[in-house]
Each structure stands twice: as structure tokens, then as C-alpha cells.
Nanobody, 124 residues
Framework: QVQLVQSGGGLVQAGGSLRLSCAVS????????MAWFRQAPGKEREFVAA????????DYADSVKGRFTISRDNAKNTVYLQMNSLKREDTAVYYC?????????????????WGQGTQVTVSP
């Protein structure tokens, strides 16, 4: 059984930084593309960033490019999202997910297992 357990997140002032972690069990991340999504109140879940199984390729939403960094530690079977220069509009519940596809993709339907979600709140 594949499980994704997230940690990190919380409350931070605008301009601050946070790091999210996603520990995966039941599937080696070394063979799986991974991604982060987020969902703000009243909005649809949206793509944030993705990383290939090798770590050699990444993809970012325009809204976070240059501020967020996705990375992976295959030895720990964990994926991270480093978030810098946070803005109020980054406030959302963040989710990690494992991809069905070997390609880097952005659609939620392309991902099969999801973490439990973690709240990130950016204050003025």
C-alpha cells in the first residue's frame, strides 16, 4: 500500500520561508515522478511543481517560479518543497502526489496517490 505522509507548513509572514516534506512508503520515489499541488478556499486544486524520477527535470507553475524549489532525496524516499519569498496568495492547503505517468504532467488526474495535505498560511 502506497502512503504519503506530509510534514512542515504552518504560519509565516509574507517574505518568509517554509519547507514541506513528503515521505513516501510502498513505492520507491526513485522510479516515480512526484509533484506538489495546492488548494485555496473556494478554488480548484492547482499544480505547483513537479520533479522527475531522476531529479533531473523539474516543472513549476509560473506563479511560483523563482521562489519555490522542488527536490527529492531518494535515499530517504522523500520529496521536498522549499518555499521562499512567500506571498499572501500562496496561502493554501498543499498536497504531494505520485504520478501515473513517466512524463512531467500537471493535471490532477495524472496522479494516483496523495498526501494528507498541510496548511500553509502567509500573513501580511
Amino acid at each position: 500500500q502506497v502512503q504519503l505522509v506530509q510534514s512542515g507548513g504552518g504560519l509565516v509572514q509574507a517574505g518568509g520561508s517554509l519547507r514541506l516534506s513528503c515521505a513516501v512508503s510502498g513505492r520507491p520515489v526513485s522510479t516515480t515522478n512526484m509533484a506538489w499541488f495546492r488548494q485555496a478556499p473556494g478554488k480548484e486544486r492547482e499544480f505547483v511543481a513537479a520533479i522527475s524520477w531522476s531529479g533531473g527535470n523539474t516543472d513549476y507553475a509560473d506563479s511560483v517560479k523563482g521562489r519555490f524549489t522542488i527536490s527529492r532525496d531518494n535515499a530517504k524516499n522523500t520529496v521536498y518543497l522549499q518555499m521562499n519569498s512567500l506571498k499572501r496568495e500562496d496561502t493554501a492547503v498543499y498536497y504531494c502526489a505520485t504520478a501515473r505517468s513517466w512524463r512531467l504532467v500537471r493535471g490532477t488526474m495524472e496522479y494516483d496517490y496523495w498526501g494528507q495535505g498541510t496548511q500553509v498560511t502567509v500573513s501580511p
